[in-house]
């Protein structure tokens, strides 16, 4: 056989692999998105004598695996469900709040273990890789632990609740914020700082007017993805929530008496929230790709290193 032709047949071949491993990965979540439009059962609507279809209780919808026909009313459903709407205002909330104190905490830990010696960096590096590495299940237990502990050596530290939900996420999401960053930081090299001392000027102002502006898009992005993974988290917030529900604990909570429309809804409005703020930051890492330029000692960005860009 031809070499151009082997390697055409090889082509397609890891071409119909990817495609079938996409559909393995994505095709439950684009079933789960298309039946957010699905209507209720032909019995159903033949038994219902009201005008909206959606306003049919949940236990009489009928067979909903099967598909019955389009309506988006199912997410005006959701979005006015009284316990939902509270929920999603608490984590959106909790992910804004966490997401800013994590990159401010990771800007400032990737700006010192750049210059730190390595005899103090590596133990530090190695705690904070530990937080994104340990399974999710065993840093909720020990933040439980930790959690109810507390209060009884600090009279003034909060109850179980929304702020120790924040506590846990900013836990996560400055070792994350600090890998984005640090990773662009140590990537840009530091050619132009040292030429603005050259050229007079002091330490905050070299900071101000070189370094942050070209840090300023992994941080955008460590905000981003912070933001992400604090908003869709139910491990960390299920163990550590008292009496407050975030979004995730309630849809949970929904499906373990019957996956319903307005369920399926809500969970592709997370999912595309999801999509957004990804895809957002993908575009930001992107525009952070700077070829190297002559003597600059700047390699492809944060983006690439991190494969997102």
């Not at 900071?207 to 933001?227: D, K, M």
């Not at 997370?270 to 190297?292: E, K, Q, S």
Request: contains cysteine.
């Amino acid at each position: 056989m031809p070499r151009p032709r082997r390697i055409l047949t090889a082509k397609r071949g890891f071409t119909l692999w990817a495609m079938a491993v996409f559909a393995f990965l994505y095709l439950p979540i684009a079933v789960m998105a298309l039946f957010a439009f699905n209507k209720p059962s032909p019995a159903a609507l033949a038994d219902f004598h009201g005008s909206n279809v959606c306003d049919i209780p949940p236990s009489q919808l009928g067979n909903l695996t099967v598909w019955n026909g389009f309506t988006t009313c199912w997410f005006k459903v959701g979005l006015h469900d009284p316990t939902y709407i509270p929920a999603i205002e608490t984590s959106a909330k909790i992910a804004a709040s966490a997401a800013i104190v994590s990159t401010l905490l990771g800007l400032g830990a990737a700006l010192a273990l750049a210059r730190m010696h390595k005899v103090v960096r590596v133990p530090f590096d190695a705690l904070v890789y530990m937080t994104l590495v340990v399974p999710e299940i065993v840093i909720a237990v020990a933040s439980l632990i930790f959690f109810v502990q507390l209060p009884h050596y600090v009279s003034f530290f909060p109850p179980l609740g929304a702020w120790t939900i924040f506590f846990g996420q900013v836990v996560f999401g400055a070792s994350l914020a600090m890998l984005i960053i640090r990773a662009r930081f140590v990537g840009m090299g530091d050619t132009l700082e040292e030429a603005g001392y050259d050229l007079g000027s002091g330490r905050f102002s070299t900071f101000r007017q070189v370094t942050l502006p070209r840090l300023f898009p992994a941080i955008i992005a460590a905000t981003l993805l912070s933001f992400t993974f604090s908003f869709d988290d139910y491990v960390l917030p299920a163990f550590t929530n008292g009496t407050t529900n975030t979004w995730p604990i309630v849809l949970y909570s929904a499906v373990r008496f019957g996956i319903t429309p307005a369920v399926n809804a809500l969970a592709t409005l997370m999912l595309a929230v999801t999509i957004v703020v990804i895809a957002a930051t993908g575009l930001v890492l992107r525009r952070a790709r700077t070829p190297a330029g002559v003597g600059s000692g700047e390699s492809d960005g944060v983006g690439a290193q991190l494969g997102l860009g």
